[in-house]
């Protein structure tokens, strides 16, 4: 019954075969069409996993995943430059306290170094 080789169905499923070439030409001119009408602010706007789900639906040769990819990019290098920050700030912070240290009146009464030595009778 669904030995024919002419049926548009999969054998045991009764599924329509849609050959591999037809499927990816009417997808791509479907990611044409959303990215003619598409607001790349949006992709600001969504979580990690959000944007990692919908640049899976596209491939690399298409103009969405280079969107998303620079979106992963600027993500990248809006948290390095943080830690860059951060990292001065934290050196910074750390000078002012060691300096503070160094001339504060419990040091010198403390520190061995700033006692003159008492000559031997």
């Known amino acids: 019954m669904f030995d024919d080789p002419s049926s548009p169905f999969d054998d045991d499923r009764r599924v329509p075969v ?6 990816a030409k009417t997808t791509k001119a479907q990611h044409e069409e959303e990215f003619a009408s598409f607001d790349h602010r949006e992709l600001a706007k969504m979580g990690n ?3 990692a789900a919908w640049q899976s639906q596209f491939d690399k ?3 969405m995943w ?3 990819e620079h979106e992963w990019q600027m993500r990248s290098g809006r948290f390095t430059r943080r830690m860059a920050i951060l990292a001065f700030i934290i050196s910074f912070l750390s000078l002012v306290l060691s300096g503070l240290s160094y001339w504060h009146p419990h040091h ?7 006692t003159p030595l008492k000559p031997q009778p």
């Not at 849609?18 to 499927?23: K, N, R, S, Y």
């Not at 010198?108 to 700033?114: D, R």
């Open 66 to 68: 280079r969107l998303a």
């Open 61 to 63: 040769d298409e103009p």
């Open 18 to 23: 849609i050959p591999p070439g037809i499927l």
């Open 108 to 114: 010198e009464a403390t520190s061995t170094h700033s």
């Open 49 to 51: 996993k959000t944007l």
